[in-house]
């Protein structure tokens, strides 16, 4: 074993004295050898102190060294090997060491010269090896990176694409949930929204859970703390929206916040907080650089989208609701009675129509004020929503008529919820700017029994005849259409008048009867 200083270090084995002293004399002093027996293996720290450049095997040492166990060797195979033959060795040895993975082998008699050419070329064809390797793992990185940098980007592609197809705030969460997926191992999804700015607000819990179960109170009790540290002082009420995830794994549903890592993140819109998304994962190491760059993204257009859901939402009830009475609009009840018909229709189910007059609202209007009759209308609607049912729909239908759709409801039954309707009504004088006002009403009845059909106008006609029967009889009264039919003339196919609208008879001809109706 020869040893110089700043030289690189070569491992042998199996050599004999002889072949020692023969391959040392060979080595200039760029090289160290060290000779080891055969099936005797350098460890790890000897491998990473050491960083030998080439091993050197007799085939004997070589076939020792395939029987020492992999997990012992497996270290030396980062080390290019050269198989040493000498006088004796048989050709049985040198079919061995062709056949062997080694990049050179020596044979007795090599001058130095071409000793160190075959040491000097194996080393070589390692480096070269070494560089394709290195740019194999290179290209392999790239591509890694390429391949991750188009993840995202399909991830994100996907969230703008589907997350703006639709304004219900519910399906917003459930699509961000599938769309996230993409990004990262999510298990589950929670949300907490609400409108930006307004210190008294209602703040909506979309919670994935199971409602009731423990997990369910776990979030909510998370949620609420988050919330009320997102709105310090600020007087909320909470309304709870249970939501289902169609496509989350079986295991994880009902997951609670301790069954992984919960990410609560901010979701804000011009510099204003609108909710809180809290998402369930099961990663046990944090993002990377393009994963967090993505997910700020997606929140980023996530709170766009829930805003403009928001602003839709508010859109929308504008068009539903009447802006005086707070009760649903004609125009969203003329959508309603339409579907309400054809269910009834289609399941053979019964539905009633009341059809409401304010008795003399003209002259509270020219006596008390517009302003006035606007009071009496809000309050009157507000008796109504008090004595309806909550499956019951109202709405204003114009001026001072009011509509009551009562589904699964026969006329007779829609009758006595009628008359305790008048009896409420006429009982109760309405505060005003200009005092009290009491006041009556008139209402008519029309239905659909079970297995008749009808379409959404004729309910509507009938319920109008009804309702001038009780106009025409001194008011204040309830008429029901079913009891009235025989009494009136008809014609089919003819037209009266569209509801709602005023016509050119007298108050007088009104009350006299005088007033032919037609279907």
């Known amino acids: 074993m020869r040893r110089s200083q700043n030289a690189r270090t070569i491992w042998s084995f199996g050599f004999d004295g002889e072949t020692e002293s023969r391959i040392g004399k060979l080595l200039d002093n760029k090289f160290n050898m060290l000779v080891y027996p055969s099936g005797e293996v350098p460890g790890l720290p000897d491998f990473e102190s050491q960083q030998p450049c080439l091993i050197m095997f007799t085939p004997e040492a070589h076939r020792a060294m395939k029987k020492v166990q992999r997990s012992k060797s497996k270290h030396l195979d980062y080390i290019p090997h050269a198989m040493v033959l000498d006088d004796n060795s048989s050709q049985e040895d040198m079919e061995y060491a062709i056949d062997s993975d080694s990049l050179a082998i020596l044979r007795p008699g090599l001058s130095r010269s071409a000793f160190m050419k075959k040491i000097n070329a194996a080393l070589e064809i390692e480096a070269v090896q070494l560089d394709a390797l290195r740019m194999t793992r290179e290209i392999y990185l790239e591509r890694e990176i390429l391949d991750r940098k188009n ?23 459930r699509t961000t949930f599938s769309c996230l997926r993409l990004l990262f191992p999510v298990r589950s999804i929670q949300a907490a929204l609400w409108k930006p700015g307004v210190d008294n607000c209602d703040v909506e819990l979309f919670i994935t859970a199971q409602e009731g179960s423990q997990s369910f109170e776990s979030w909510r009790n998370l949620m609420q703390e988050q919330i009320s540290a997102a709105l310090p002082g600020a007087d909320y009420l909470l309304h709870l929206r249970p939501t289902d995830l169609p496509d989350q794994e079986e295991e994880w549903q009902g997951v609670a916040p301790v069954d992984g890592h919960v990410l609560i993140l901010p979701i804000s819109v011009s510099g204003q907080q609108i909710g809180i998304i809290f998402i369930l994962t099961d990663m046990d190491r944090s993002l990377s650089r393009d994963q967090a760059l993505a997910l700020n993204s997606a929140l980023h257009f996530l709170a766009l989208t829930l805003n403009n859901a928001h602003n839709f939402q508010d859109v929308k009830q504008q068009a539903d609701f009447d802006s005086l009475t707070g009760i649903y609009s004609r125009r969203h009840f003329e959508k309603r009675i339409t579907e309400e018909v054809e269910r009834a229709n289609r399941m053979h189910h019964p539905l009633a129509l009341i059809f409401c007059d304010i008795d003399h609202f003209k002259q509270i209007n020219d ?11 809000r309050g009157v ?3 109504i929503r008090d004595i309806i049912r909550e499956q019951d729909y109202p709405a204003r239908y114009g001026g001072e008529e009011f509509v009551i759709l009562l589904p699964r409801t026969t006329p007779g039954r829609a009758v006595t ?4 309707l008048r009896l409420a009504i006429g009982s109760a004088c309405y505060d005003t700017i200009a005092g009290s006002v009491c006041l009556t009403i008139s209402m008519g009845i029309s239905g659909i029994m079970s297995g008749e059909e009808k379409t959404s106008r004729r309910l509507l006609q009938e319920a109008d005849i009804a309702l001038y029967r009780a106009k025409s009889d001194s008011r204040n009264c309830v008429r029901e259409f079913s009891g009235l039919a025989g009494e009136l003339a008809t014609k089919p196919g003819s037209e009266t008048r569209k509801p709602g609208a005023k016509t050119n008879a007298t108050e007088e001809d009104e009350l006299q009867g005088k007033r032919k109706v037609a279907i």
Not at 368 to 374: E, I, R
Not at 417 to 420: F, V
Request: no cysteine; aromatic share 4%; proline share 2%.
């Open 151 to 173: 993840e995202v980007l399909q991830f994100l592609v996907s969230f703008l694409t589907q997350t703006s197809v639709g304004l219900d705030p519910e399906a917003i969460i």
């Open 367 to 377: 006596s008390k004020g517009h302003q006035a009759g606007d009071d009496v209308l």
């Open 381 to 383: 609607a507000a008796t």
């Open 417 to 420: 919820l009628a008359e305790r």
